[in-house]
T-cell receptor, first 114, second 113 residues
């Protein structure tokens, strides 16, 4: 069974640009959550999508957005990039039911903003 | 807000020793507590989890204990091996943000042979 796939693995962008990251969950999983990992703040929850709807949102500015498609694949978009957005962006997939909480992470996308 | 404190931040042990990592969480309503291992250049890997109706769970050399009254949970690794060297994160399922996992800051475990 294939794991969670994130593309691309690495990205370098300039301040002010926007970026789109992609996540393909484990087959059969309907929930995709996004996390930002930085040395200073650790792992922080961005948002979660379930059946194409945003189910939860963390405490990040509106520049961070996402969506989920009917095949459960998800994309995350960051607009007007700032230097502080440099981080490892991780997505996690799970079955999504109330008791099915095991979340499996992808390898992440390393975003560097210069 | 919801948070979890994780100790120690670094832990060095000799191969064959045991390692213990402890976490204290803020949300007494939480019912799910996973542990993740992250190796360099990789995403976090779920290694064990425990739900609030269980006090202890074991999987080979790894065990997790949960004390809901004290809001503590711990990871125990016995007979450590060099391949156990990694960053370990505790987490709990936040109830304020629905299905979001709230992570500790991580423990860097180094096992020397």
């Amino acid at each position: 069974k294939a794991g969670v796939t994130q593309t691309p693995r690495y990205l370098i962008k300039t301040r002010g640009q926007q970026v789109t990251l992609s996540c393909s969950p484990i087959s059969g999983h309907r929930s995709v959550s996004w996390y930002q990992q930085t040395p200073g703040q650790g792992l922080q929850f961005l948002f979660e999508y379930f059946s194409e709807t945003q189910r939860n949102k963390g405490n990040f500015p509106g520049r961070f957005s996402g969506r989920q498609f009917s095949n459960s694949r998800s994309e995350m978009n960051v607009s007007t990039l700032e230097l502080g957005d440099s981080a490892l962006y991780l997505c996690a997939s799970s079955l999504g039911g109330k008791m099915n909480t095991e979340a499996f992470f992808g390898q992440g996308t390393r975003l560097t903003v210069v | 807000g919801e948070n979890v404190e994780q100790h120690p931040s670094t832990l060095s042990v000799q191969e064959g020793d045991s390692a213990v990592i402890k976490c204290t969480y803020s949300d007494s309503a939480s019912n799910y507590f996973p542990w993740y291992k992250q190796e360099l250049g990789k995403g976090p890997q779920l290694i064990i989890d425990i739900r609030s109706n269980v006090g202890e769970k074991k999987d080979q050399r790894i065990a997790v204990t949960l004390n809901k009254t004290a809001k503590h949970f711990s990871l125990h690794i016995t007979e450590t091996q060099p391949e156990d060297s990694a960053v370990y994160f505790c987490a709990f399922l936040g109830t304020q943000a629905g299905t979001a996992l709230i992570f500790g800051k991580g423990t860097t475990l180094s096992v020397s042979s």
